[in-house]
């Protein structure tokens, strides 16, 4: 079988983490966020991934390659020259997706426990054309609202309602008959407001719904929820002895951990956290990152090769890449640090986002982006 990932936005809302790597690229709990995705759609049996690009092509390349020699997959490109929005991807790669099989499309940045097997068998029950992944969220007026009738047939979308219209939202995951790729336009195209409507009209279209945590990771702030969220789901799938494949590293247990925190598959050789630390719940540690003594981590992200200074707390934040971090300092409320930020020995700071190489050098303690 095979998937296209919509992988060409610019990824603005998740900088400034954007500003270093592709959107689909940016390590969730210690793995690129479409690894996820892919491994878990080998696991069902797709062997050709094709990746919808228009920018950093070349970074891209790289990951594909090392996902060619870990997973037997083959990895297509397929390279626009102006973004084609979401549905006209699909049209530019229909040499790879046409053929008799349904095939699968992701945007490349939602998170959840990928219902992949059951979603294929319930779309080739239906005999439809397309089926969309529908979950259920407490506020559906940030998102696409679906519309449907019992048996899951859907009667139309509601983008972002100011009154309730229901509470299944889309999830950004489909699996489509390659006769839908005739409907779709070689241009500028919005699968979700030009697409589906016109199948839904045509009663061509179902939803599945997912059930279990879901989350799109596209913005700091959601990143971490669905950190949370994940590693939650990881702890209470152990805590029932069920089966769970952690892709991204271990969990790690001890007097110093509180919860779910996350470190590389060498567990705690592969980072050095000091004595008298607190670390959790809800934290994901990348590689080579040392935390100094006395430190209390939690609901955060640090990726890898960050060194944190003695005494410091961060909580609800993301802490990029080589990032140093001083001693005694307080981070804290969303704060959001790009690639190599440096902050200065007891600096407080609150809801600060920093773009890539900055320092802070004093206390900041009101909403700020400091470019
Ligand atoms: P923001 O700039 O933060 O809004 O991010 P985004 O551009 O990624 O937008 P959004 O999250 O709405 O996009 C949903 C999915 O579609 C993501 O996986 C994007 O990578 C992808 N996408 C959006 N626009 C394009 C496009 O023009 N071409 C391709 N190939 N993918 C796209
Ligand atoms: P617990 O009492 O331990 O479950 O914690 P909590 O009340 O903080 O709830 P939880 O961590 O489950 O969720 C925090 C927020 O995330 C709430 O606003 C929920 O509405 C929202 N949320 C929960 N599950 C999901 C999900 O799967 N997807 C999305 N998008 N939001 C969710």
């Given at each position: 079988m095979k998937a296209l990932f919509l992988a060409g936005g610019y990824g603005t809302r998740l900088r400034p983490f954007t500003f270093t790597k592709p959107k689909p690229l940016i390590d969730f709990a210690n793995e690129p966020i479409i690894l996820h995705q892919i491994k878990a759609l080998h696991a069902v049996g797709v062997r050709t991934i094709v990746?919808?690009?228009?920018?950093?092509?070349?970074?891209?390349?790289?990951?594909?390659?090392?996902v060619k020699k870990e997973l037997d997959i083959e990895i297509k490109f397929s390279l626009e020259t102006e973004p084609l929005g979401t549905g006209g991807p699909l049209k530019l790669a229909e040499e790879y997706l046409k053929g008799n099989e349904p095939f699968f499309v992701l945007n490349s940045d939602v998170i959840c426990d990928f219902p992949f097997a059951d979603m294929l068998e319930y779309h080739k029950k239906n005999k439809s054309e397309g089926t969309i992944l529908a979950t259920k969220v407490e506020d559906p007026s940030r998102y696409g609202v679906i519309v449907h009738q019992e048996n899951g047939k859907i009667e139309r979308f509601v983008e972002k309602p100011q009154e309730f219209v229901g509470d299944r939202?889309?999830?950004?995951?489909?699996?489509?008959?390659?006769?839908?790729?005739?409907?779709?336009?070689?241009?500028?195209?919005?699968l979700e407001r030009e697409i589906f409507p016109k199948l839904a009209k045509e009663e061509k279209i179902y939803c599945y719904h997912l059930n279990g945590f879901w989350m799109d990771v596209g913005k700091p702030g959601d990143f971490i929820l669905g950190s949370t969220l994940y590693l939650?789901?990881?702890?209470?799938?152990?805590?029932?002895?069920?089966?769970?494949?952690?892709?991204?590293?271990v969990l790690i247990e001890g007097e110093d951990i509180q919860g779910a925190v996350l470190v590389p598959k060498e567990g705690r050789k592969g980072v050095q956290i000091g004595e008298n630390c607190r670390i959790g719940p809800n934290v994901v540690i990348g590689k080579n990152v040392r935390i100094g003594n006395g430190c209390r981590l939690k609901n955060c992200t640090i990726m890898d090769g960050v060194v944190i200074g003695q005494s410091s707390y961060i909580e609800n934040s993301i802490i990029g890449w080589g990032s140093h971090i001083g001693s005694w300092t307080r981070i804290q409320s969303h704060c959001f640090l790009g690639e190599d930020v440096t902050v200065r020995d007891e600096c407080n700071i609150n809801s600060l986002t920093v773009c890539p190489h900055k320092g802070v050098n004093q206390n900041i303690m009101k909403e700020t982006i400091m470019l």
């Open positions: 990746l919808a690009v228009n920018y950093q092509p070349s970074e891209m390349r790289k990951f594909a390659k090392e939202i889309n999830a950004g995951i489909y699996i489509l008959n390659p006769s839908v790729l005739d409907t779709i336009p070689l241009r500028w195209t919005s939650k789901f990881i702890s209470s799938q152990i805590k029932e002895s069920k089966k769970v494949k952690i892709h991204g590293g």
